[in-house]
């Protein structure tokens, strides 16, 4: 056998025109004796989807050839995936496979006024004309095909398709207000068989398998796309379907994705199946993989000659041409015919759009990271009540007594429930258990196991679920149990969640707030699995909101702001509940009550909007600047400081992401000295970014006293890391003289 050429993408380009013309074509796939449930037009559509998906393909070679196209990951081979579309509805939710090109090829075909060459060439050229990300990223995605773009997904787009699905049977009980998903609509989820091994695969499958078991409603599809290779690492023969085949709650079914008939028939099966029963299905899609990864992705050097030519061999437009002259009756001129005539469509979009503007400017490509604002017409609730179990005498007795940070929080939620019927609790033991430290107690038994959701052990399943409510309308708001416990599933916030407005120029948003007991201070419980003051993966990702309240007032204030965010502008808020706090009454002296409040209804709420932060006395002498457990710890020093001639003030900045630098300038401006006091280690906690602020603006006599660079021990020297009341007294003394003090 021959050596391949050095152009795979010519090579088979000219294999396809010699094979038709010769009629070379390959053997009768063995479901082509079967009935075929498409019509002969149906077939030809199906091939123009194939077709055009593999010319765009050829193009971004020539492009990037070129220098003026981008990274991509083609789609050739995989061109199977139009006769899943087909077999679905336009409106199903569909979250792709990179190599899904024909895909959105094929849907596009459906709605009226879609130009998918052109939408996937302004793609290639990062074109701001490009109608999905603004040439922010080549991605699939449309809008008006209901496909949410996706970039390079690894599987991480698995748990929110879980997340949709649910959706669909939550919103035929509680409607939400912008609402996205047809009552009878299916999500699809397509990815490639290596995938099926990433954690977040397996997730996702079992998350689905687990609900399904209990015969909750859940109308998925995934497809699995089965090339047999991941970039070079190759998938054990039977692998796919000996793992898949008899998985509980999660039905097996089995495809030639070479015969689009074949897929056509198991994917129209499939998904009547999921869309009349409700259940989830996994369509295994046998297709194969042309021009390596990638890229500039040289196969050769991690497959043989003869695997390469084998794949070549069983091109999928090859085995489509001979379904079209077994039984639509095209002649193999006329095939041919008919993809060149789309080969010069391509090429005369592709001239067309490289005259297109191009995304360069800073300002603009950051446009999406914060989504458009959108209208939110449902009313919060005047008064706390509804739900299924009336307030009991005590809990009134309660409300007009102070009390800790759990309870009014606990509150809030239910104000919250009652307030907004699309507002959604998930999370590991917040239903009957009420959650590790009661703050979401009674809450299910009042408003339901529907709207307050015991969830599975799993962070990633629980932000997925999270995500797919709010793609169909729902203001879903998680919990994670432990900040350390996030850090398994990170990568949904960042990944996922937080770059959908950016990716979709605004078009698909999925706001929610997501509760986590955060930080340290809790004495000798748990080690640095419970106490974790590690928050810079969250400030690091754009356009998230990171709030952390101090005491009870605040934190059901911030709350409610929290919610607000993601219901009007569409914001995704992680909201740190700091777990030393929850139960905190007193400040100074035993019973003094200095640290727990009274609950305000909504109708007496006060607000604390993004950017504001909080004053605690009115000194000038020295500016304690912190928030959470700190802002405790500085209230005690504060008073301290005063034994000693010290008039302080303490500002709690409450939102670490965006950072109030205004606001805390603004109230520094007539202080004499500053201390930065941050719980969270010294690399990487929001102090870096504040003493940054005060050295750009100017300011001087700036100190700052943070957690040491470690992680928290349990036992008596749980607290030994991290700042103490006594440290910020000595570090606020330290240097100051008696004339300073007086």
């Known amino acids: 056998m021959t050596a391949p050429l050095s152009d795979p993408v010519d090579r088979v380009h000219q294999a396809f025109r010699r094979r038709v013309g010769a009629e070379d074509l390959p053997e009768r796939r063995p479901a082509a004796d079967e009935s075929c449930p498409l019509t002969a037009a149906a077939l030809v559509e199906l091939f123009r989807s194939q077709v055009v998906s593999r010319h765009v393909d050829r193009m971004a070679r020539h492009l990037r050839a070129q220098g003026v196209g981008y990274y991509t990951i083609g789609s050739s081979g995989h061109e199977g995936i139009a006769a899943v579309a087909a077999a679905l509805r336009p409106t199903d939710m569909a979250f792709l496979h990179y190599r899904d090109g024909a895909f959105q090829v094929a849907r596009a075909r459906q709605v009226d006024g879609q130009d998918p060459i052109r939408d996937l060439l302004l793609s290639l050229v990062a074109s701001s004309d490009d109608p999905i990300s603004g040439g922010r990223h080549k991605v699939l995605g449309s809008k008006p095909l209901a496909i949410p773009p996706q970039t390079s997904t690894i599987a991480s787009h698995l748990p929110k398709s879980v997340g949709a699905a649910y959706s669909i049977g939550l919103a035929r009980r509680v409607r939400p207000e912008h609402q996205a998903l047809a009552d009878d609509g299916v999500v699809v989820c397509t990815f490639g068989d290596a995938s099926l091994n990433h954690a977040s695969a397996q997730a996702a499958i079992n998350t689905a398998g687990w609900t399904a078991y209990q015969n909750i409603p859940l109308p998925l599809l995934f497809v699995c796309e089965d090339n047999g290779i ?43 199946h999921v869309r009349r029963l409700r259940r989830p299905v996994f369509l295994h899609m046998r297709c194969v993989r042309l021009y390596g990864h990638a890229g500039a992705d040289v196969e050769a050097v991690y497959r043989s000659v003869e695997e390469i030519a084998a794949a070549e061999a069983d091109d999928p437009l090859l085995h489509s041409a001979r379904i079209l002259v077994d039984r639509a009756g095209l002649t ?110 009674r809450l299910q038994s009042r408003f339901g196991s529907h709207r ?21 309308g729902f203001i879903p708001v998680p919990e994670i149990q432990f900040l350390a416990y996030l850090h398994n599933a990170e990568d949904q916030v960042r990944g996922e969640a937080a770059t959908l407005p950016f990716f979709s120029s605004g078009q698909f948003t999925n706001p929610m707030v997501i509760r986590i007991a955060s930080l340290g201070y809790q004495r000798g419980f748990g080690g640095h ?21 101090s005491n009870g007032a605040d934190a059901g204030a911030m709350l409610r702001e929290a919610v607000r965010l993601a219901r009007e502008e569409q914001r995704i808020v992680a909201f740190l509940e700091p777990i030393a706090r929850y139960a905190t009454t007193d400040l100074l002296d035993d019973g003094d009550k200095a640290w727990a409040h009274h609950y305000r209804p909504p109708s007496e709420a006060v607000t604390t909007p993004l950017g504001s932060v909080g004053t605690r006395g009115a000194g000038t002498d020295l500016a304690i600047v912190t928030y959470g457990n700190g802002a405790y710890l500085a209230a005690q020093a504060q008073a301290d400081l005063a034994d000693h001639g010290i008039d302080a003030r303490v500002i709690d900045i409450r939102w670490l992401a965006p950072l109030p630098l205004d606001a805390i300038a603004a109230e520094t401006a007539s202080c004499e000295r500053i201390l930065v006091v941050d719980e969270c280690r010294r690399s990487g906690s929001a102090s870096e970014a504040i003493m940054t602020a005060f050295v750009e603006r100017g300011r001087g006599n700036v100190r700052r006293l943070c957690a040491a660079d470690s992680f928290i021990a349990t036992g008596p020297g749980s607290a030994a890391t991290l700042p103490s009341r006594a440290d910020i007294v000595a570090m606020a003394l330290d240097g100051w003289t008696a004339v300073d003090r007086r």
């Open 230 to 272: 991941g970039i070079s690492v190759r998938t054990p023969g039977g692998w796919i379907e000996a793992s898949m085949a008899n998985r509980v709650g999660v039905g097996y079914r089995r495809c030639d994705g070479l015969d689009i008939v074949d897929t056509y028939r198991a994917a129209t099966s499939a998904a009547e």
């Open 332 to 441: 193999g001129e006329e095939i041919l015919s008919l993809y060149d005539e789309i080969d010069r469509d391509v090429q005369k979009v592709a001239e067309e759009v490289l005259k297109a503007p191009r995304l360069q400017d800073r300002e603009a490509i950051m446009a999406s990271i914060v989504p458009p604002p959108r209208a939110a017409a449902s009313p919060p609730a005047d008064e706390r009540g509804g739900g299924e179990t009336p307030i009991d005498d005590g809990e009134r007795r309660a409300m007009g007594e102070k009390q800790t940070m759990a309870k009014l929080l606990n509150w809030t939620l239910a104000d919250l429930l009652h307030g907004y019927p699309d507002i959604v609790l998930a999370g590991q033991d917040i239903g009957a258990k009420g959650g590790v430290y009661g703050v979401t107690q």
């Open 452 to 472: 307050v959701i015991d969830t599975l052990l799993d962070e990633q399943s629980i932000l997925g679920l999270a995500i797919g409510l709010a793609h169909n």
């Open 529 to 549: 699995f419970h106490n974790d003051n590690s928050v810079a993966v969250l400030r690091d990702i754009p356009g998230l909101v990171v709030a952390c309240p």
